[in-house]
C-alpha cells in the first residue's frame, strides 16, 4: 500500500470492499479502514465513519458533489410548459396518408370518424 494523500478532490474514488477492517478490536467502534482506487490507479486508505455512510447531511470528505448530481434541472420550464399545453390528436392515417389532426380527450383514443369508421359494418 502507499502512503495516504489528501487529494480528497478526486471524486471517482471507491472504496475497495475486500480491503475494509473494522477497527473496533482497536477501540474505534463504528470505524473501518479502508483502500480506495482513484481513476489513475493510486491506492489510499481512508478512515470510514460507518454511521455516516449514506448519509446526505454527513462530510464525506468530498469538496463538491459527485458529477452525477449536477446535472442541472431536468427540463426547461417553458418546454414542459409546451409540452403540457400540446393537444393529443387522434393520428390515424386520414385518406391523403397524412395523420388525422383530430383533438382526442386521452393517448390512444380516435376520433369520432375514425371510431365510427371501424366500427361501422364492412
Not at 500500500?1 to 471517482?12: F, I, K, Q, R, V
Not at 431536468?74 to 389532426?101: K, M, S, V
Amino acid at each position: 500500500m502507499t502512503e495516504p494523500t489528501h487529494d480528497d478532490a478526486d471524486l471517482s474514488k471507491l472504496i475497495d470492499p475486500d480491503t475494509r477492517v473494522d477497527l473496533t478490536a482497536d477501540g474505534l467502534a463504528g470505524y473501518e479502514l479502508g483502500e480506495s482506487i482513484s481513476a489513475d490507479g493510486r491506492r489510499e486508505l481512508w478512515l470510514v465513519d460507518i454511521a455516516g455512510l449514506g448519509r446526505v447531511d454527513h462530510d464525506h470528505g468530498a469538496y463538491a458533489p459527485p458529477a452525477h448530481e449536477l446535472l442541472g434541472p431536468l427540463i426547461d420550464e417553458a418546454l414542459w410548459d409546451r409540452i403540457c399545453d400540446t393537444p393529443i390528436r387522434c393520428c390515424l392515417p386520414r385518406r391523403d396518408g397524412q395523420p388525422c389532426r383530430a383533438v382526442v380527450r386521452w393517448p390512444g383514443d380516435h376520433c369520432n370518424w375514425h371510431r365510427t369508421s371501424r366500427e361501422a359494418p364492412r
